[in-house]
């Protein structure tokens, strides 16, 4: 009988756990760069249903977060205009890594060090299980969607 590969807990799995949140764990080989498309291609996902979490700011360097699907992009434009913004960015590498507490590649939307806002993508809550990072890179968990809406009204 294989052994079951044993995986650290994270910040975002402690959070999940806390919160009695049931995930799946899928540990896959980390490609710099590879992002969303790289995971589902490796784990055998659908990159629909791969969701990225990304650090963004607006024009005031107030830190936001941002869950999108794999394989689509955010319009920064259409995004600012809903959340009453001038502007949303991307933050660079080392401020996300400072807002989160997690490196680039590995952000989890669970368990950030400063609490922040969560915007999803409405057709994510339609899908009927996900994978989202786990807190590190080359570590996904998966959860049903609604968790996310659930838990950002629980931040920390």
Known sequence: MARKEHISETP???????????FTEHPYEYLEHGGAQHSAQVLGFDPFTVVKTLVMEDEKARPLI???????KVSTKNL???????SVEPCKPEVANRHSGYLVGGTSPFGTRKPMPVYIEQTILSLPRIAINGGRRGYLVGIEPRVCVELSMRRR
């Open 80 to 86: 600012a205009r809903q959340i009453g913004a001038k």
């Open 66 to 72: 941002v869950l999108m699907h794999g394989n689509r």
């Open 12 to 22: 975002a799995t402690a959070f999940l756990k806390a919160n009695k949140v049931a």
